[in-house]
């Protein structure tokens, strides 16, 4: 066999095997983590809606253009796995004899799609169209099966982002959360509500991280966010545990705080967004971890009117509940804002605007 035609045989294995891998680790091995071909199919859809992500643009638009980034992001993808696999098999065609190279590229995508209109000629090539055909029902096969399971996912995500709206109010807060949840059940509801949520968080963890386009699937309703209810289900616990007076808000907050702001971290640095260091171990003590928040004095002095004016008893000693607030806060503070910002969560209070960390798909590990 000529050099040329050995070359053409080994890179179009190598694009075969390429392809195989990034389809199996994106769509079979739950490990959180993607390949070079389907982070760049990523990257491709990514700078298709880069105009539509401008700040010029009112945030309708953006809402309405961002719905379609993850669903886009799956077919292109799943199109250049096409790709790449006839091109593969073209090669290999081409080098065992199928010339000129159209007609090598006709019977790779003849076989792919097992369409049948054209036969091969040798008996290896003959062998390379059976194995193409079924690596093209395979990937089928794998969409199909896929499509179910990131809208279990978001279905199950989305359950708890109404609940909490309808608690909470839309855009949501931790003050408006504490406010009506203490109106309807008193603090039992508040109590019961901590459980729900931090269930909600582990999904989270286990699904956004191993469906890596899954946090970029939007709500429904273009003013509800899953990053939104995240950070106002962490600020209602921080406020139950720093500010308000007494303990019946408190059982399961302390649990829901550790679990979510971890989470959170772990989300964001799925998305290489340098969340920072991981949160500490509960309770974080002073001298542990970061203290600085996004969140200023004022703002959390009006929270603390707001929720006094509501009939809920707060520490008298606003320093002290400040200082602990501060310190729980930190620990999920950079997370949520970076996640807010980089999946363009609408405006909410207590989550600060900042300046968008670019976000990128292709890594070289």
Not at 51 to 73: G, Q
Not at 139 to 161: N, Q
Not at 169 to 175: A, D, V
Request: some cysteine.
């Amino acid at each position: 066999m000529e050099p040329l035609k050995v070359l053409a045989a080994v890179l179009g294995a190598l694009l075969v095997f390429l392809t195989l891998r990034s389809a199996m680790k994106t769509f079979i091995v739950p490990r959180g983590r993607t390949e070079i071909v389907t982070d760049v199919g990523l990257e491709f859809t990514a700078a298709l809606f880069r105009p539509f992500m401008s700040n010029r643009l009112p945030f309708v638009r953006r809402s309405t253009a961002l719905a379609l980034f993850a669903p886009v992001a799956l077919l292109v993808t799943y199109g250049l796995w096409l790709a790449l696999m006839s091109a593969g098999f073209s090669l290999i065609y081409w080098a065992d004899g199928v010339t000129p190279l159209p007609s090598a590229m006709a019977l790779s995508g003849s076989s792919l799609f097992t369409l049948g209109y054209d036969a091969p000629a040798g008996s290896l090539t003959m062998l390379g169209t059976i194995v193409e055909a079924g690596i093209g029902l395979f990937l089928i096969a794998l969409l199909i099966s896929y499509l179910p399971t990131i809208y279990s996912a978001f279905r199950e995500r989305e359950a708890v982002v109404a609940e909490v709206a309808a608690r909470a109010g839309t855009p949501p807060s931790g003050m408006s959360l504490l406010v009506r949840c203490q109106e309807l059940g008193g603090w039992e509801a508040v109590a019961e509500s901590w459980p729900t949520v931090e269930a909600w968080f582990a999904g989270l963890g286990e699904s956004h991280r191993a469906i890596t386009l899954l946090p970029f699937y939007r709500s429904l309703d273009g003013d509800r966010h899953w990053v939104a209810t995240a950070g106002a289900s962490l600020d209602g616990a921080a406020l139950a545990v720093s500010t308000v007076d007494g303990d019946a808000a408190t059982r399961g907050a302390r649990l829901l705080l550790h679990a979510g702001s971890l989470v959170l971290w772990e989300i964001a640095d799925h998305l290489a967004l340098r969340p920072g260091p991981r949160p500490a171990d509960w309770p974080p003590t002073e001298h542990e971890g970061p203290t600085s928040v996004t969140v200023t004095r004022a703002e959390w002095e009006e929270g603390r009117a707001q929720l006094a004016a509501a009939g809920i008893p707060v520490k008298a000693d606003a320093d002290a509940a400040w200082a602990e607030f501060a310190r729980l806060r930190a620990q999920y503070d950079t997370s949520l804002v970076l996640l807010a910002a980089v999946l363009y969560a609408p405006p909410t209070p207590w989550i600060a605007e900042v300046r968008r960390p670019p976000l990128h798909f292709v890594r070289f590990r």
